[in-house]
């Protein structure tokens, strides 16, 4: 059984995913399948904390930077997973 948190976890990052990449939300709406959903749940764990870290004064600066490429890298896995997937859907 899926835990509640993560459920919430799951839908609020692809939500922010939708919002930072709007020229995949039909994918991002429609998108299932656990390596997706795992990804918008970490999306969704690495923005809280990104948004955590910039309003701390004295969190060093590298973690910022550190957060900042972590959440660039996410989604661009979500880019690469969804531009595969259409790919598969075509074969």
């Given at each position: 059984m899926v835990d509640r948190e993560e459920e919430i976890e799951r839908e609020l990052g692809r939500k922010k995913l939708m919002m930072r990449l709007p020229a995949l939300?039909?994918?991002?709406?429609?998108a299932s399948g656990a390596e997706i959903e795992a990804i918008f749940i970490a999306y969704e764990r690495a923005s809280a904390y990104q948004d955590w870290i910039r309003g701390e004064r004295?969190?060093?600066g590298q973690w910022t930077a550190y957060h900042d490429k972590l959440v660039a890298d996410l989604e661009e896995a979500v880019r690469q997973h969804l531009t595969a997937q259409r790919w598969q859907d075509f074969s």
């Open positions: 939300r039909d994918q991002l709406r429609s004295s969190i060093p």
